[in-house]
């Protein structure tokens, strides 16, 4: 880990794979992963009551946005980013100034994008 404070960080992924991977390249880094969450519902009971520092959030989950998450995250003052393999076109009005991950994720982008959000 390159300086980094050790977080907690709520993965939203509903791809096993990746979330598999993100998990790995996280725990790497020394952050401690809750989740990942396949389904927005369950994302929502973490983000509303997760002992949480930040979370990554996939903008396409099941066939269901993750916005809603989003949504609970900032309204409780959780830093967050979203991860996507469409890039910033997939984001909204009103969400278009959250930093966007690419799938596949890259280490040296994701230690980035955590110490953006997480000051």
Do not use: C
């Not at 096993?16 to 809750?34: N, R, S």
């Not at 916005?67 to 900032?74: E, G, H, K, N, Y």
């Amino acid at each position: 880990m390159t300086g980094q404070i050790a977080r907690r960080i709520l993965i939203v992924e509903d791809e096993v794979l990746v979330a598999m991977h993100l998990e790995d390249l996280l725990t790497e880094m020394g952050h401690q992963v809750i989740g990942p969450a396949t389904r927005i519902n369950d994302a929502m009971d973490l983000a509303r009551e997760g002992d949480i520092d930040l979370a990554i959030l996939d903008i396409n989950v099941a066939g269901a946005t993750s916005f809603p998450v989003a949504d609970i995250l900032r309204e409780r003052g959780i830093p967050f980013a979203f991860a996507t393999g469409y890039g910033t076109e997939g984001l909204v009005d009103g969400y278009r100034d959250v930093p966007a991950l690419r799938k596949p994720y890259a280490h040296q982008d994701l230690e980035r994008t955590i110490a953006l959000i997480a000051r």
